[in-house]
């Protein structure tokens, strides 16, 4: 049996501006969320009857009605060629989110300006394959802890930040394509 859990405060906020860069309705749309753990957010889309699908590097614990796959967002190969409506990454793009990609050792041995170079060049791959999954007229939306900006290397991509916010704590920034 399923130990109870409480739902993340900022997911119905999220949930908030996802209605309205749908421009209010979510029916029949697919969601991808990147970071998506346990699947909290998904099980939330989907019991809203909204198509959500989850990816993780290591999922655990993922709660019943949830859809998480194992796989690392530099290479959304598992995703095959679905498109979605909006791809929402969760503490992903942060310095912080990016360093999940990295060993502690690797950490250390990198001079800062060397991972600061490594991180952005990340952030630009991740940026690519989350393009390929974005159906026309859709949006991503990066959504990062506290007062951490989202690391956006956007040079060369057709993408242009059309809003952002915040949401209880965290702040979030919606992409288009230019």
């Known amino acids: 049996m399923e130990k109870a859990r409480t739902v993340p405060h900022h997911y119905k906020a999220l949930y908030g501006v996802l209605f309205k860069e749908a421009k209010g309705s979510l029916e029949g749309r697919e969601i991808l969320e990147v970071g998506a753990a346990e699947g909290f957010f998904i099980r939330f889309l989907r019991g809203g009857g909204v198509g959500a699908t989850g990816i993780d590097l290591k999922p655990k614990d993922v709660v019943e009605g949830a859809v998480v796959l194992e796989c690392d967002a530099r290479n959304l190969a598992p995703l095959g060629s679905q498109k979605f409506d909006f791809i929402i990454s969760n503490d992903v793009m942060s ?8 060993s502690v050792f690797n950490k250390h041995t990198l001079g800062m300006g060397t991972f600061e170079k490594w991180a952005d060049e990340t952030a630009h791959k991740i940026h690519e394959e989350l393009l390929r999954h974005l159906k026309p007229g859709g949006a991503i939306i990066h959504v990062t802890e506290g007062n951490e900006k ?13 809003s952002f916010g915040e949401l209880r704590g965290r702040r979030f920034v919606v992409l288009r394509k230019a």
């Open 150 to 162: 989202p690391i956006l290397n956007l040079e060369g991509l057709p993408l242009v930040a059309t």
């Open 95 to 102: 310095l912080q989110g990016l360093t999940s990609h990295i």
